[in-house]
């Protein structure tokens, strides 16, 4: 009688051991645990899947259509990459909100291109040119001692029709057109100080737009312009 009582006192603790083991494996915790899915898993090591599959090696499908719904949320401590890649190949479908910290409307987009010129000049009332855009015109100054000025001259060739539009200080909108080249369009006159300008140069299917910063001092200017040109 005692031997069956010892006996069964053993199996009984073989059984609760194994079923704890099999609790803890299926408690998706811990080095080695099984992957559970619609749990919470924690492991403090990486885990790797690794084969050689004609096709996607890992896929994740939600098709839910509510608020928020997402394919996969990736979250890293504070100025950690969500992300590490080893190939430089396109990503199809791969919309970036942001590139190297900069939202899209910082970039050119299209075909278009970036011009940009500065110039440091003395005392005098000849013009200089401060920024040429090929195919539409110049942005002349001229540094004075009663201040700076900024023309936009139309430079086309052959003769092209220029629509200008310029933002005044005070935040009003002016519109000058430019009929054919050789005409220009006052931008800014006898300004002291710094000053920062911008303004929109378009014909058929192009646009230029432009801003212009003036610097005046008793000795002399400093003018910076950049276009982005469509």
Do not use: Y
Not at 90 to 106: C, E, I, P, Q, T
Not at 114 to 138: E, M, T, Y
Not at 169 to 186: C, D, I, L, M
Not at 194 to 213: C, E, I, K, N, Y
Request: glycine share 12%; with cysteine.
């Amino acid at each position: 009688m005692k031997a069956k009582l010892a006996q069964g006192v053993v199996i009984g603790a073989v059984a609760a051991a194994m079923t704890f083991g099999a609790s803890s494996a299926f408690a998706g915790t811990g080095i080695g645990a099984v992957l559970n899915l619609g749990r919470a898993n924690a492991v403090n090591a990486s885990t790797v899947l690794q084969g050689s599959t004609a096709g996607q090696q890992l896929r994740v499908a939600n098709n839910s259509t509510a608020t928020g719904a997402t394919g996969i949320g990736i979250h890293t401590g504070l100025g950690k990459p969500p992300l590490v890649v080893d190939s430089k190949a396109k990503v199809s479908n791969l919309n970036a909100d942001f590139l190297d910290g900069r939202d899209s409307s910082a970039f050119v987009a299209g075909g278009g291109t970036i011009v940009s010129a500065r110039r440091d000049v003395g005392i005098s009332a000849a013009p200089i040119v401060a920024l040429a855009v090929q195919g539409f015109g110049n942005l002349e100054a001229t540094c004075e001692l009663t201040g700076f000025g900024l023309v936009w001259r139309n430079a086309t060739n052959p003769s092209t029709a220029l629509d200008v539009w310029v933002v005044e200080e005070t935040g009003v909108t002016r519109f000058v057109r430019q009929a054919t080249n050789t005409v220009s369009t006052p931008i800014a006159g006898d300004e002291k100080g710094d000053r920062l300008f911008t303004a929109q140069v378009s014909r058929p299917g192009h646009t230029v737009a432009f801003t212009a910063a003036g610097h005046w001092s008793p000795t002399g200017c400093i003018f910076d312009a950049q276009a982005i040109v469509q």
